[in-house]
């Protein structure tokens, strides 16, 4: 652990899961290959889209939820050390233990000392990118804790070996026929006669996780809100694994990063809005569970867990904030609206970006919590159409963040002076992205981040890569107004 | 467990980064709050009750509206229909007497136990008609979260007066410090190519009795 020398400190290399094996066009080629992974992302990413804008059209207030998730989220930013030692002093007022964590190594240390502080080898975990992101199962699993997964997407990704794709619907790159496969094979005491009918895989996991569920002393989780207010934990999910994590078990360890505060119950007011309709498309999930401390009703009964820990994590999430325009993206609430409209995640899937946080927002997270020079090449995985910016709940101003992390990556290559990186050279080629004139030209006639760079001159002389290899030969004349995502669902008939 | 040395040398870091990033620290602009905050219906009144019972029953909850000198029949009415092979049903600790005195109330069964029973029968805290949300807040006559968590069937009686319309009218109901279980309908997936498939590990059945006076 080095000591604060008051430079931002990233997320360190060698634990967790936040950087690719290879580098994002090499991993996209690939992907484009595989048709069932395209069909199958391209299927789910069009029926989330058209739940969403179903849901999104009923409330005639939506505009207005996004400016005040906005202004709540960057308001807590510029104060959040404030929000964590108030949110500190109401977990522990109401019987919680706090810990902190400077990196993923840090947690997962506390994270195995208080598994093994309970004497038990087995957790129930919900669905939680916090402990995905910091590589906990890996972590508990060395010191002999074996962790189960308990949402299903989570369960087929964990029993067939694999790896999460998507924030909301992490197997979607698996059809029904392969998760059977997986189940008879990796299932203890399946029912041999399974079928591939979406219901009976459900039965087969609902029966698979019971005994877990009724039997395991310790779950872990992370959270979508915390209200340091009051001390209230959130976490919103659809089966009600989460509930059975949350409420059973006698110890609960939720790991949560820093940025997921909010500074007021009301405040949620705005995100219990938000975050249903953007993420699943549905006017509320299923099950919300909202807990503090170790909790005990009126006639002095206790009700889910008697020790409950909460571990705040950075991971390079201070460094995030230290950076004044990138640091809107700490404002992200998870609900993976972007990546469903993204025309470069529809083709290329999640895996392609070799982080746990694919898609727009895993452009413009995993390379600010690692270091730019360590994901250099998310910042170029988009074509900047904004389509993310239109969808973003909390408007995030995603093509921003990416045009201002690719220059950040150019001038460390020039202060380097390296020449441009592979992957830049690859990105400035982009032929899986532009792989049609009439693609290339409409991608870059709707850039909203060339319309600001085109300025008052109305004339673009420069322009980020991968566009810089063609406005380097001749001015651009700025973009009409037309975004990408307009246009994409004009020439290929899909609902926008 | 209380704080360790090095957990508070990593506090102590990791407030020191938040400052050092955020420098001179701009003031923050207050949040618009312009959004719908009241809604346009009075609690309990009867367009609300039917915009609950819509969302609801979209979900996949069902919903069976009674006055309240009939809850008692209404519920068992219901849980003969949704339990055609009966099985043991249990009640929230202080669910009120007249409701369903012969149905045996909850004195701290384990998860094991709990699961002996087919269904479980609650009141609630408040409900969302917008939404079709109901809260329950571990008061007596709800219960604690593993009774309504672990039975395959749950009878959530609603009075009327406890519906509003926004969200934000139910969150001003609602006590943070008490632990709070948001329910929309009965458990659901759609982690399996987007096919939605209701009841997964909580109740597959979520039953509502909607009492008007
Ligand atoms: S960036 Fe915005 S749209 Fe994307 S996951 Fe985060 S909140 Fe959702």
Redesign the interface.
Known sequence: MTTFLGLPVHAPRGVGHLRGDEPFPDAARKALANTQLRRNIGHATATIRAKRAAVVAELDDWEQLRLAGEAIKTATMLRLDDHLEQLERRVTERGGTVHWARDANEANEIVTRLVQATGESEVVKVKSMATQEIGLNEALEEAGIAAFETDLAELIVQLGHDKPSHILVPAIHRNRSEIREIFLREMAGVDPELTDDPRRLAMAARAYLRRKFLSTKVGISGANFAVAETGTMVVLESEGNGRMCLTLPETLITVMGIEKLVPTWTDLEVFLQLLPRSSTGERMNPYTSAWGGAHTLDDGSPDGPRDFHLVLLDNGRTATLADEVGRQVLNCIKCSACMNVCPVYERTGGHAYGSVYPGPIGAVLSPQLTGVEDNASLPYASSLCGACFDACPVRIDIPSVLVHLRAQHVEEQKTARRLPTPEAVAMAAASWTMSTPKRFAAAEKASRAARVLGGKKGRISTLPPPLSGWSGSRDAPVPPKETFREWWARTRDVPS | ???TG??DA??E??????????GS?????????????AGAEAPGSSALLDLFED?LVD?KATVHRTTSDHVGDTVRSVIATLLPQGGSVLAA??LPDEWLPEVTRDT?FT??EL?QFAGVVTACAAAAA????IVLD???DQG???IT??PDLHVCVVRAEQVVET??EL??RLD????????????????????R?EG????RTLAVVLVTP
């Not at chain 2, 870091?13 to 955020?22: F, K």
């Not at chain 2, 997964?200 to 109740?203: A, E, I, L, M, W």
């Open positions: 467990m209380s704080a090095s957990t990593a506090k870091e990791i407030l020191q980064r938040i400052r050092s990033a955020l620290r701009p003031a923050a602009e207050p949040a618009p709050r312009d959004y719908r905050r969302r979900y600790s202080a701290g998860a094991r699961d917008q939404t079709g949300t571990g008061s007596p604690r979260r593993a968590l672990v969200v934000p969150l001003s943070p410090t008490r632990p709070l279980t948001f329910i929309s309908g009965p458990s659901a997936t759609s982690d399996i190519e987007l096919q498939v997964v590990h909580g109740p």
